[in-house]
T-cell receptor
């Protein structure tokens, strides 16, 4: 089955600086890569996603890149703000029996320093 | 609130007891998923329903676990003879099949189970 590795597990970033979270996946059949943000006491919420036929996607202060050959994908957060403090999960999704099965990474918790 | 709801939000039980959790998905969503999340980990897939049919179960779902979605709307997850290792957050998510590849899953707030 799919295996998703995510690094780092925590990171400290000065408010206003950029943060990068990196993930790798193992199954070349994975074709959709969502990123979720989970705030304390809440379920994960989709913040951005990318399909396997796209190399980069940007939405305001967040961007994702995908290197399908290397099976790497990354989340970039620019101009970090205190409200960016949450746990971020990358995920890889592949078609199985008519639906997209999602495998999550282990999470990254950025600590934004004011 | 038209999002995914889960009840109860917290459950404390003694080892050996049975517990049941409920998930109410977004009303028009025909796909429903259960995940388990332990501290410091991402959600792990447990099972998936399309309408009332349970189409996939993870090996994580031992025979003490059973899930139902009797009318293709709400779902229940029951754990029999709970063990301390069952302590986790149980997350429910739903999605709409017509979203195709994107298959955005909307998560509920979870039920936190503590087995003493």
């Amino acid at each position: 089955g799919e295996n998703v590795e995510q690094h780092p597990s925590t990171l400290s970033v000065q408010e206003g600086d950029s943060a990068v979270i990196k993930c790798t996946y193992s199954d070349s059949a994975s074709n959709y890569f969502p990123w979720y943000k989970q705030e304390l006491g809440k379920g994960p919420q989709l913040i951005i996603d990318i399909r396997s036929n796209v190399g980069e996607k940007k939405d305001q202060r967040i961007a994702v890149t995908l290197n399908k050959t290397a099976k790497h994908f990354s989340l970039h957060i620019t101009e970090t703000q205190p409200e960016d403090s949450a746990v971020y999960f990358c995920a890889a999704s592949n078609p199985q029996g008519g639906y997209q099965k999602v495998t999550f990474g282990t999470g990254t918790k950025p600590h934004v320093i004011p | 609130d038209t999002g995914v709801s889960q009840n109860p939000r917290h459950k404390i039980t003694k080892r050996g007891q049975n517990v049941t959790f409920r998930c109410d998905p977004i009303s028009e969503h025909n796909r429903l998923y259960w995940y388990r999340q332990t501290l410091g980990q991402g959600p792990e897939f447990l099972t998936y329903f399309q309408n009332e049919a349970q189409l996939e179960k993870s090996r994580l779902l031992s025979d003490r676990f059973s899930a139902e979605r009797p009318k293709g709307s709400f779902s229940t997850l029951e754990i029999q003879r709970t063990e301390q290792g069952d302590s986790a957050m149980y997350l429910c998510a739903s999605s709409l099949r017509s979203q195709g590849l994107r298959n955005e899953q909307f998560f509920g707030p979870g039920t936190r189970l503590t087995v003493l």
